[in-house]
């Protein structure tokens, strides 16, 4: 089993609402990984999950709040989000935090929609 | 900090042929990792080749090839035989391989394979 499943694919919400993006991945990675993407544009790293313990938040505003519950899932909590954070949200996972590789699995994805 | 250059935001194959997509990077690294990763339209990013900094052979992965010149900093990827399937967002990365670092991608390169 390769695959990184993200749920769900598609989600849209008002600026008042509260929602979540679920991640799950069974390879036993032990790092874990959310990037947002704008269209045409290179994937943004928002947080990385190091043995379930956040070791990377790359100044994200506190409206998303990251969630590893164990260490083949991950969430992203979503409340009070602005229209310009609508954009595609990628998962992604890869087998130990160091050394990295850099072999990344993603992934399809969880396309926001903020009205 | 290291960057990641694709000068080309888009191409385009005729089906069969072979097209070259460049990417140089900065970095005062001397042992690195450098990759290309294929994004297509509505799916999910999967790594199509791995170069590591120190190893001089160039890397290959069936139709995809790698040139790398080191000493450039160059690291261009070439796929032989295009088919309708190699149609998206290709992303050139780089990655330190000091600690939990992240991925730093390029800015990509869309391909369109023509019938």
């Known amino acids: 089993d390769t695959e990184v499943t993200q749920t769900p694919k598609h989600l849209v919400m008002g600026m008042t609402n509260k929602k979540s993006l679920k991640c799950e991945q069974h390879?036993?990675?032990?790092?874990m990984y959310w990037y947002k993407q704008k269209a045409k544009k290179p994937p943004e790293l928002m947080f990385v999950?190091?043995?379930?313990?956040?070791?990377i938040n790359e100044s994200v505003p506190s409206r998303f709040s990251p969630e590893c519950p164990n260490s083949s899932l991950l969430n992203l909590h979503l409340h009070a989000l602005q229209p310009e954070d609508s954009a595609l949200y990628l998962c992604a996972s890869s087998q130990d935090p160091i050394p990295n590789t850099g072999e990344l699995f993603f992934g399809e994805g969880s396309r926001l929609t903020v009205l | 900090a290291q960057t990641v250059t694709q000068s080309q935001p888009e191409m385009s194959v005729q089906e069969a042929e072979t097209v070259t997509l460049s990417c140089t990077y900065d970095?005062?690294?001397?042992?690195?990792?450098l990759f290309w990763y294929k994004q297509p339209p509505s799916r999910q990013m999967i790594l199509v080749i791995r170069?590591?900094?120190?190893?001089?052979q160039n890397a290959t992965e069936n139709r995809f090839s790698v040139n790398f010149q080191k000493a450039a900093k160059s690291f261009s990827l070439k796929i032989s035989d295009s088919q309708l399937g190699d149609a998206a967002m290709y992303f050139c990365a780089y990655k330190t391989l000091s600690g939990n670092t992240p991925l730093v991608f390029g800015k990509g390169t869309r391909l369109s394979v023509i019938a």
């Open positions: 390879m036993g990675h032990r790092a």
């Open positions: 170069q590591e900094a120190y190893k001089q």
């Open positions: 999950y190091s043995y379930e313990k956040l070791s």
């Open positions: 970095t005062s690294e001397s042992d690195y990792y």
